[in-house]
């Protein structure tokens, strides 16, 4: 099993609507977890940490479980301007230098 | 923030050469990271460097065929020796602010 795996997509979606990318981890013990952002042939920026509860960025909602080992990323109301891949990004250790784990990525393209 | 910068941004190079790409970041960090990311794929860390010692290679490279410098604490260089049509890539550096990581606009490489 990987250590970081997501949905493999691509996701085509429609302007408007609301789109939900999944991603679950196999290291029980890992600290902290983020979403990133990928536009082509750009390199990778951080879009929003994960915290235990939830946390929300206007339309932008990520969950963790750690139960699950299972994070989350719900995109509301889709502009043209989220068509990007979105990287899953574990991180393993108890300190932030630790080496963080990318996962694959999925592709979201929201259409006209 | 960071802010940081990557020469070349792009080389086209023959099989059997070597390109050295250059790292600078505005700030001085402890660590630096190496990143290869393949066409199509995520990002797969390749060393971590740390100023003053030798830097610490993932599995599946070596320091032979990718030597790293780490002169000081805002300068870091990657060679790709004796390359090869499979080191096509684009290979960006990375550093840790210790709440995200910031990554360099990368170098995309081609190799004939």
């Known amino acids: 099993r990987k250590e970081v795996e997501q949905d493999p997509g691509p996701f085509n979606v429609p302007e408007g609507a609301t789109v939900a990318f999944n991603c679950t981890y196999s290291?029980?013990?890992?600290?902290?977890f983020f979403w990133y952002r990928q536009d082509c042939r750009k390199e990778p920026k951080l879009l929003m940490s994960?915290?235990?509860s939830g946390n929300e960025d206007g339309r932008f909602t990520a969950q963790l479980n750690r139960a699950s080992q299972y994070i989350s990323l719900l995109i509301r109301d889709s502009k043209l301007s989220d068509s990007a891949t979105y990287l899953c990004?574990?991180?393993?250790?108890?300190?932030?230098?630790?080496?963080?784990?990318f996962g694959p990525g999925t592709s979201l393209s929201v259409i006209p | 923030s960071a802010v940081i910068s990557q020469k070349p941004s792009r080389d086209i190079c023959q099989r059997g050469t070597s390109l050295t790409i250059q790292c600078q970041v505005d700030?001085?960090?402890?660590?630096m990271f190496w990143y290869r990311q393949q066409p199509g794929q995520s990002l797969t860390l390749i060393a971590t460097?740390?100023?003053?010692?030798?830097?610490?290679?993932e599995s599946g490279f070596v320091i032979d065929k990718f030597p790293i410098s780490r002169p000081n604490l805002t300068f870091s260089t990657l060679t790709v020796s004796n390359m090869s049509p499979e080191d096509s890539s684009i290979y960006l550096c990375?550093?840790?602010?210790?709440?995200?990581?910031?990554f360099g606009p990368g170098t995309r490489l081609t190799v004939t």
């Open positions: 990375s550093v840790d602010s210790g709440v995200e990581q910031y």
């Open positions: 290291n029980s013990a890992s600290q902290s």
């Open positions: 994960v915290y235990s």
């Open positions: 990004v574990v991180n393993p250790g108890e300190t932030s230098y630790d080496k963080v784990i």
């Open positions: 700030s001085q960090v402890t660590m």
């Open positions: 460097a740390n100023q003053g010692s030798e830097a610490t290679y």
